[in-house]
């Protein structure tokens, strides 16, 4: 058996989380002002892709995912070839996000970073990553990915868990 692996979780942001996909967050003045002058629109803050020859469309799906307590024993990553997915929270929680480049057709070494109360993420295609995690309490989610034909979803249990502590 390997040396145990413990990696620390790092506070999410946009230059930190670029190689994975796009941070979900108000900054900055909005790009429009819209609804009489009463609403800010930040606006096309995600590139949504889904693979054209796989067809398929894009979709609103809403999860509700159960507390995952910190130290996080993270033992599955899963991809989407087929289409990015992004999580908006519709609670307060904080959440885990837990990331990995791909080595060879499997997770490479994983990253982790934790998502602030208003912030949201968009994971780019093909990219590894962890299940959904709230981390103060049950968190709701709008998750919009590509629904359709075809297997959209590749997992890999890794063989030597890794603990993550914040």
């Given amino acids: 058996m390997n040396q145990p692996i413990t990696i620390v979780a790092e506070p999410l942001t946009a230059e930190a989380f670029a190689p994975f996909g796009e941070v979900l967050q108000i900054a900055g003045a909005p790009d429009r002002i819209i609804n009489q002058g009463k609403c800010g629109r930040y606006h096309d803050l995600a590139g ?10 894009a979709g ?8 995952r307590p910190m130290p996080y024993l ?3 990553l899963e991809r989407h070839p087929l289409g990015s997915q992004a999580f908006i929270p519709m609670s307060p929680s904080r959440f885990l996000v837990t990331v990995a480049e791909d080595d060879g057709g499997k997770p490479g070494h ?5 998502a602030g109360p ?3 993420v968009n994971l780019r295609r093909n990219v590894w990553h962890g299940v959904l995690c709230p981390l103060d309490g049950t968190g709701l989610y709008g998750v919009v990915d590509r629904i359709g034909e075809g297997d959209n979803l590749e997992e890999h249990w890794l063989e ?3 603990t993550v502590t914040g």
Avoid: K, N, V, Y
């Avoid at 892709?49 to 067809?55: K, L």
């Avoid at 994983?110 to 934790?114: G, H, L, Q, S, Y």
């Fill in 74 to 76: 993270l033992d599955l």
């Fill in 118 to 120: 208003g912030q949201g």
């Fill in 110 to 114: 994983p990253r982790a970073f934790i």
């Fill in 160 to 162: 030597d868990p890794i």
């Fill in 60 to 67: 609103i799906s809403l999860f509700q995912a159960e507390l």
């Fill in 48 to 57: 949504m892709d889904f693979t054209p020859e796989a067809g398929g469309r």
